[in-house]
């Protein structure tokens, strides 16, 4: 079974609006960490968002929030505002396991957005 | 910059042939991973060192990859007798441990074999 899926290959938005990108995991170990990249053209994998397995909050960062559903195991990411710089491949990951034990990383196959002016 | 580092950021070479990738982390980095991206797909996981110990090593990682970091700092990841199927971006990236541990990435050497 996938660790990590992404079931949108590409997704459209219109500048200023929101969107969110799906992502689901599988995991059965309690403590896991959730993130979400950013691949533009240029190759470069950026940071975006954290989530905590164990967080009571969904985390936001700027215009980036995760909507963490635990019980279904999804951890979508909406970004507000969007803007063309946006436009990039956006990468869910987990990590597998407390921080400190240095579990590896499994990373989802991907969504690629487009910003539309 | 304090950035992940990788070099050379391009390679071409011929099958058969020998190649090394340097990485260098974030200073205080403990954690130094490196991964294989193909064209379409997301970063598969090949190996990750705890200071100079190689801790974890994917299934991969065949026995033409050899990975190092001796001091704990930069590290290198070697293919030997490389094959037409090696070619990839490959991806360094680097952590702190800590709760979060939020890996930083390099920008990546893009390999070619012909």
């Known amino acids: 079974a996938q660790k990590i899926t992404q079931t949108q290959p590409g997704m459209f938005v219109q500048e200023k609006e929101a969107v969110t990108l799906d992502c689901t995991y599988d995991?059965?170990?309690?403590?896991?960490?959730l993130f979400w990249y950013k691949q533009p053209s240029s190759g470069e994998m950026i940071f975006l968002i954290y989530?905590?397995?164990?967080?009571?909050q969904n985390a936001t960062e700027g215009r980036y929030s995760l909507n963490f559903q635990k019980a279904r195991k999804s951890a979508n990411l909406v970004i507000s505002a969007s803007q063309l710089g946006d436009s990039a491949m956006y990468f869910c990951?987990?990590?597998?396991?407390?921080?400190?034990?240095?579990?590896?990383?499994?990373f989802g196959t991907g969504t690629s957005l487009t910003v539309i002016p | 910059d304090t950035g992940v580092s990788q070099n050379p950021r391009h390679k071409i070479t011929k099958r058969g042939q020998n190649v090394t990738f340097r990485c260098d982390p974030i200073?205080?980095?403990?954690?130094l991973y490196w991964y294989r991206q193909t064209l379409g797909q997301g970063p598969e996981f090949l190996t990750y060192?705890?200071?100079?110990?190689?801790?974890?090593k994917s299934r991969l990682l065949s026995d033409r990859f050899s990975a190092e970091r001796p001091k704990g700092s930069f590290s290198t990841l070697e293919i030997q007798r490389t094959e037409q199927g090696d070619s990839a971006m490959y991806l360094c990236?680097?952590?702190?441990?800590?709760?979060?541990?939020?890996?930083?990435f390099g920008p990546g050497t893009r390999l070619l074999v012909l």
């Open positions: 060192f705890q200071n100079e110990a190689q801790l974890e």
């Open positions: 990951a987990m990590r597998e396991g407390p921080s400190n034990t240095g579990n590896q990383f499994y």
């Open positions: 995991t059965s170990d309690p403590s896991y960490g």
């Open positions: 990236a680097s952590s702190l441990t800590r709760v979060q541990e939020t890996q930083y």
């Open positions: 200073s205080e980095h403990n954690r």
């Open positions: 989530q905590g397995s164990y967080d009571q």
